[in-house]
T-cell receptor, first 112, second 115 residues
């Protein structure tokens, strides 16, 4: 399974944008990039995913480098509720199972 | 739609005992996955079931087993409990077919403490 590298922690001020980086230099052509987050005392929740093009949804945006060796999750206006551990995960489209390989993630602290 | 439910939410057992945890997926979802979360190892994949068949298995000893019923509900069992089995056990459900980018929906977890 291809691996991802994320900073251990990041801090942000409330209502400011946050850019969470992820490196995946060994990504294969069939790997999708997924982001999940885990709020305190909850199970992980899906945030966004993409393959090659940048993606937007109501929660966040995903910017994918042209060579796909890195990506950035963008929270446009951080709120206190966004304080969580964010996981960047690669999933092979050829894998018929729904196995997620979690790394250690980035703990995001949001200052009021 | 109701989310993924797990029972019980908290459990205390002693070493050597066995335990069964239950997971009810979102209605219509046919894939159920189990994960173990500990402070030291983080989130680790245990196994995944789809239509009552184990489709994938993580790197855990045979003491960890699971099954899925015809209504997609799933149970996982841990026999001969060890102190290191203390963890948050998370269940996730997905529709189970189609492109593998389908998101997984996680339950709140069962907190197991082994004394």
């Amino acid at each position: 399974d291809a691996k991802t590298t994320q900073p251990n922690s990041m801090e942000s001020n409330e209502e400011e944008p946050v850019h969470l980086p992820c490196n995946h230099s060994t990504i294969s052509g069939t790997d999708y990039i997924h982001w999940y987050r885990q709020l305190p005392s909850q199970g992980p929740e899906y945030v966004i995913h993409g393959l090659t093009s940048n993606v937007n949804n109501r929660m966040a945006s995903l910017a994918i480098a042209e060579d796909r060796k890195s990506s950035t999750l963008i929270l446009h206006r951080a709120t206190l509720r966004d304080a969580a551990v964010y996981y960047c995960i690669l999933r092979d489209v050829a894998d018929s199972s729904y196995k997620l390989i979690f790394g250690s993630g980035t703990r995001l602290l949001v200052r009021p | 739609k109701a989310g993924v439910t797990q029972t019980p939410r908290y459990l205390i057992k002693t070493r050597g005992q066995q335990v069964t945890l239950s997971c009810s997926p979102i209605s219509g979802h046919r894939s159920v996955s189990w994960y173990q979360q500990t402070p030291g190892q983080g989130l680790q994949f245990l196994f995944e079931y789809f239509s009552e068949t184990q489709r994938n298995k993580g790197n855990f000893p045979g003491r960890f087993s699971g099954r899925q019923f015809s209504n997609s509900r799933s149970e996982m069992n841990v026999s001969t409990l060890e102190l290191g089995d203390s963890a948050l056990y998370l269940c996730a459900s997905s529709p189970g077919q189609g492109a593998s980018y389908n998101e997984q929906f996680f339950g709140p977890g069962t907190r197991l403490t082994v004394l």
